[in-house]
């Protein structure tokens, strides 16, 4: 995927994420050159690309398997309509059958 590319959901977290790293490196930075340790401006542009483009590809990752476990929610869903459908005519074909039952019995004559 491009530098940039994705949706406009993505590209918000992209950017957010950049630039909380970008305030974290600056910091650290600041604390670095204080000691010997600078980061120089190219590797951090780099580091920042890195972590981007893991983001992206984790975000891709939970896009996948969230569609996994919604075909999966949908399928069980489905499953589990055609079961309760299937019981339903059941009920009805027996219940159906008790009252063509009663329809039929003969009625006790009253006793005088």
């Known amino acids: 995927m491009p530098e940039g590319a994705g949706t406009s959901g993505e590209k918000g977290v992209t950017e957010a994420l950049?630039?909380?790293?970008?305030g974290t490196l600056s910091e650290?930075?600041?604390?670095?050159?204080?000691?010997?340790a600078a980061l120089r401006g190219e590797r951090a542009a780099q580091l920042l690309d890195?972590?981007?483009r893991r983001g992206?590809?984790?975000g891709g990752e939970l896009s996948r398997r969230g569609q996994g476990a919604r075909d999966e929610?949908?399928?069980?869903?489905?499953?589990?309509?055609?079961?309760v459908t299937a019981q339903l005519e059941a009920l009805e074909r027996r219940?159906?059958?008790?009252?063509d039952a009663l329809r039929?019995?003969?009625?006790?004559?009253?006793?005088?």
Do not use: F, H, N, Y
């Not at 950049?18 to 970008?22: F, G, N, S, T």
């Not at 650290?28 to 010997?36: D, F, I, L, T, Y």
């Not at 929610?73 to 079961?83: N, P, T, Y």
């Open 28 to 36: 650290a930075g600041k604390r670095a050159r204080a000691g010997s």
């Open 95 to 99: 219940l159906s059958r008790l009252e």
């Open 50 to 52: 890195e972590v981007a």
């Open 56 to 58: 992206r590809r984790a």
């Open 73 to 83: 929610l949908s399928r069980r869903g489905q499953e589990a309509r055609e079961e």
């Open 18 to 22: 950049r630039a909380a790293i970008e």
């Open 104 to 112: 039929t019995k003969p009625k006790p004559k009253a006793e005088d």
